[in-house]
């Protein structure tokens, strides 16, 4: 049981490139979502999906897409890299049979750097 | 949408010392209320919830307050340690919606030997 996996771990971009990141969990959990953690800025919620098949937008949702590709993976797409996209990114679940616990499994964050 | 605001940002203290972090949400609705702690280069990591049929709660050093009223909780760490030293975060939920997660922006604490 590996919780939340995301991948890769660290990246390197240039402004203008396109880049995916992956996230899986093998909790079946039905929620997914994908933060971002600035200094000073907390963890800001990009986009979430209620469950398999749906996609929302969160608080700052500009530059990114999203795929819910099955209820076990949730990617996160930069189409075109910015600076101000330069983050740690955190994939987050909930759901399933600890659903009334209400409690955020997270996982390891990608370092991303746009130059 | 709701909105969660955390005080302080940084909190120092000496080792022996309790520390309290305090957070408020504008949503009347919010009825889950977790606590994470972020180690330095780690994933934040749930350390102690509250609901909001609960006034307070506990876990060792550790302890939880909710004023529903007055839409505030805090979190209070008693004997602190170095190994306390991380970023704490506040988080309001309601849970039975749509179940979005809205994190305060953190407190830095840092506990002196």
């Known amino acids: 049981n590996a919780g939340v996996t995301q991948t890769p771990k660290f990246q390197v971009l240039k402004t203008g490139q396109s880049m995916t990141l992956q996230c899986a969990q093998d909790m079946n959990h039905n929620s997914m979502y994908w933060y971002r953690q600035d200094p000073g800025m907390g963890l800001r919620l990009i986009y979430y999906s209620a469950s398999e098949g749906t996609t929302d937008k969160g608080e700052v949702p500009n530059g990114y897409n999203v795929s819910r590709l099955n209820k076990r993976e949730f990617s996160l797409r930069l189409e075109s890299a910015a600076p101000s996209q330069t983050s740690v990114y955190f994939c987050a679940s909930i759901g399933g049979t600890i659903a009334n616990t209400g409690e955020l499994f997270f996982g390891e964050g990608s370092r991303l750097t746009v130059l | 949408g709701e909105n969660v605001e955390q005080h302080p940002s940084t909190l120092s203290v000496q080792e022996g010392d309790s520390a309290v972090i305090k957070c408020t949400y504008s949503d009347s609705a919010s009825n889950y209320f977790p606590w994470y702690k972020q180690e330095l280069g780690k994933r934040p990591q749930l350390i102690i919830d509250?609901?909001?049929?609960?006034g307070e709660k506990k876990d060792q050093r550790i302890a939880v307050t909710l004023n529903k009223t007055a839409k505030h909780f805090s979190l209070h760490i008693t004997e602190t340690q170095p190994e306390d030293s991380a970023v704490y975060f506040c988080a309001a939920i309601r849970q039975g919606g749509s179940y979005i997660p809205t994190f305060g922006r953190g407190t830095s604490l840092i506990v002196h030997p």
């Open positions: 509250i609901r909001s049929n609960v």
